[in-house]
Nanobody
Framework: VQLQASGGGLVQPGGSLRLSCVVSGFNLDYYAIAWIRQAPGKEREGVSCISIYGGGIYYYGDPVKGRFTVSLDKGKNTVYLQMNRLKPEDTAVYYC????????????????????WGQGTQVTVSS
């Protein structure tokens, strides 16, 4: 099982970034993919989750609802996180992870359920 996140960078407040997570060694039909972030000095935070299993479940943490969109391309074994209207408080290392078959329907996301992680990608929102 491997997950490879990319797409981070430096962006001004109000800008956009798209993160990608390429996965291998397992089938996206049967496992959820979560985006989890960690800012310096803060606990890990579940940002978003997508799962095909269970009929298609999408989850967004309250701080990102209406600004972030998660999607996947099965043909490319890739999960995306489109981040719009970025704020300085979105600054963190973003990880993609898997573990459970489905995402939580009613939050918050239980980060500890995701036991397979890729390396992180840094997102910095600053003017």
């Amino acid at each position: 099982v491997q997950l490879q996140a990319s797409g981070g960078g430096l962006v001004q407040p109000g800008g956009s970034l798209r993160l990608s997570c390429v996965v291998s060694g397992f089938n996206l039909d049967y496992y959820a993919i979560a985006w989890i972030r960690q800012a310096p000095g803060k606990e890990r935070e579940g940002v978003s989750c997508i799962s095909i299993y269970g009929g298609g479940i999408y989850y967004y943490g309250d701080p990102v609802k209406g600004r972030f969109t998660v999607s996947l391309d099965k043909g490319k074994n890739t999960v995306y996180l489109q981040m719009n209207r970025l704020k300085p408080e979105d600054t963190a290392v973003y990880y993609c992870a898997t573990g459970p078959q489905t995402c939580v329907v009613h939050g918050p996301m239980i980060v500890e359920e995701f036991d397979k992680w890729g390396q992180g990608t840094q997102v910095t929102v600053s003017s």
